[in-house]
Each structure stands twice: as C-alpha cells, then as structure tokens.
T-cell receptor, first 114, second 115 residues
Framework: AQKITQTQPGMFVQEKEAVTLDCTYD???????LFWYKQPSSGEMIFLIY??????QNATEGRYSLNFQKARKSANLVISASQLGDSAMYFC???????????FGTGTKLQVIP | EAQVTQNPRYLITVTGKKLTVTCSQN?????MSWYRQDPGLGLRQIYY???????DKGDVPEGYKVSRKEKRNFPLILESPSPNQTSLYFC??????????????FGDGTRLSIL
C-alpha cells in the first residue's frame, strides 16, 4: 500500500526566511507523481508544485521548489523568502502511475512570523 | 471561469436522513473524486471516477455511494448518515491521463455535521 508521511504537524518560520516542509513516501511502483497543495484558513486547496518519478530535475515554481531524493523516497517542499500569506496547511500527495488513487499526508501547519 | 462547484457548502442534519452533496465541473474533465478531511488525518479518498459510468472505491468508501451519469456531475450520497461522517468534504477533478502531471482542481468544500 502506498503511504505519505509528513512528520511536522506544525512549524514556525520568520518572514523572509526559507523553510523546508518534509514529506516521505512509500511505494513499490516505479512510476508515480508527487504533488504539494496549500490550504489557507479559508479552506480552499491550492496546487503548488508537481514532481514526477522520472523527472531528472527537481521541480521549481516561483518561490516553491521540491527537493526530490528518490533513493530516500523524500519530496520536501522548500519555500524561499517566506511571506505572511504563506501561513497555511500544506499537504503532500502521491498518485501512482497508471492508477487513479491518490494518497495525501496528514499535513503541516506553517505559521510565518513577522 | 473554470471551476468545481459543490453544494451545499454547509449542512447540519440528523442521523439516518439520506443526503446528497452535489459536485459539478465545467472543465470537461474525465476524472472526478471525493475526499473527506478530518483533523490529524489529512484528506482521504472516498470514491473516484475515471469517466461516465466508471467509478471505483478509494480508501474510505464505507457508508457512501456515488454515481457518474454525466461527465460534469459526480454526486456523493450518504444513504444513512452517521455522526462519524461529520467532516469536511471536497470534490476534485482533473484530466484523466495515465501518468498525468495535471493537478486536481478542488471545489470549495462542504462542511457536513451529522447529529
């Protein structure tokens, strides 16, 4: 069975600093995709970044980058230059290639301090 | 505007009274899915559908039913709701693609309270 683990229930970061949110996954499939979503206090789910298991380079989207270490089965989200608006819950999710089930982690609540 | 629309947004009801949460998307997506979100548990997939008349169980399907008679609609049915189904529910859709890198588009959520 596939599993996503986010070990940090909550984190604080100073405004303008970088922060890393951890995500490890467990799957025996060679093909899979990893997603990060942000959920602000208003409740909507916002897609941030995607990494495919065969992608050669780590994904980047603006201030978001993904530190993908395939051998360690980790896909950590790095947010550079944190802003107050980054305060939210962050979820890591995995979809196995060829399958349509999606598994989410339990989330990390990030609070950015002025 | 591309969107996934869920109704109702909030509902308080009583045990055993059948209810339906509707979900509609205007993006012509093949794939649709329902999740529930509970504190400390993240989002868990209830059911998903890869196309019209094709549905399959997610990780927590017990107590729920779905149907996919039209591409745009994917209602979630609770035939006999119980208090342990009190939760925040999300509907999502995306293009199908076997190895799609396309993210899911989520609705705004339905907060369900069953007394």
């Amino acid at each position: 069975a596939q599993k996503i683990t986010q070990t940090q229930p909550g984190m604080f970061v100073q405004e303008k600093e970088a922060v890393t949110l951890d995500c490890t996954y467990d799957t025996s499939d060679p093909s899979y995709g990893l997603f990060w979503y942000k959920q602000p206090s208003s409740g909507e789910m916002i897609f941030l970044i995607y990494q495919g298991s065969y992608d050669q380079q780590n994904a980047t989207e603006g201030r978001y980058s993904l530190n993908f270490q395939k051998a360690r089965k980790s896909a950590n989200l790095v947010i550079s230059a944190s802003q107050l608006g980054d305060s939210a819950m962050y979820f890591c999710a995995m979809r196995r290639g060829g399958y349509q089930k999606v598994t989410f982690g339990t989330g990390t609540k990030l609070q950015v301090i002025p | 505007e591309a969107q996934v629309t869920q109704n109702p947004r909030y509902l308080i009801t009583v045990t055993g009274k059948k209810l339906t949460v509707t979900c509609s998307q205007n993006m012509n997506h093949e794939y649709m899915s329902w999740y529930r979100q509970d504190p400390g548990l993240g989002l868990r997939q209830i059911y998903y559908s890869m196309n019209v008349e094709v549905t399959d169980k997610g990780d927590v399907p017990e107590g729920y039913k779905v149907s996919r008679k039209e591409k745009r609609n994917f209602p979630l049915i609770l035939e006999s709701p119980s208090p342990n189904q009190t939760s925040l529910y999300f509907c999502a859709s995306r293009v199908r693609g076997e190895d799609s890198n396309q993210p899911q588009h989520f609705g705004d959520g339905t907060r369900l309270s069953i007394l």
